[in-house]
């Protein structure tokens, strides 16, 4: 029964949040028209993409070559994206740990090596982009 109240809570907070969050997007694009939105919608896609390609171009700058420009910026983005899928992935191994697990030593103990594989997983992908900068930038020349 604990497993599925804390399924059911975990749920019900990222669909409320989720809710929460459109609702408030979507009275806030009430008040504007439908025409100016729409527009409004397909110039920050454009202006998304001339970001990320004034971003990639920065780096390719940065690093004096395309290759290391791009190696930087996908490592940038990784480590963007790592944080959250990461903290996901705490969230699951301590439920598969704590909850489920303390009727089940083989699933406490598969909790247990998912979280130390996640956090694992995300120091990496923090620490990479730094590795990368002091080697190419330091050692290269």
């Known amino acids: 029964m604990k497993k599925v109240i804390a399924f059911v809570s975990i749920f019900l ?3 409320c949040t989720i809710t929460i969050y459109n609702t408030t997007n979507a009275s ?3 008040t504007n028209n439908t025409l100016t939105s729409s527009t409004t919608a397909s110039t920050s896609l454009v202006e998304l993409k001339d970001k990320a390609l004034s971003s ?3 780096y390719k700058r940065e690093y004096g070559d395309d290759t290391y420009g791009f190696a930087a910026y996908a490592l940038n983005i990784i480590r963007i994206y790592s944080i959250p899928f990461g903290f996901i992935g ?3 191994a301590a439920i598969y740990r704590y909850v ?3 009727r089940r030593l083989d699933v406490q103990d ?3 090596g998912v979280l130390v594989a996640i956090i694992t997983v995300m120091v990496i992908c923090q620490v990479l982009p730094l590795i990368f900068a002091i080697v190419v930038k330091g050692w290269r020349g």
Request: hydrophobic share 55%.
């Open 13 to 15: 907070i990222i669909f």
């Open 28 to 30: 806030q694009e009430e």
């Open 56 to 58: 990639l171009e920065d």
């Open 90 to 92: 705490i969230v699951i």
């Open 100 to 102: 489920i697990g303390i």
């Open 110 to 112: 598969k909790g247990f």
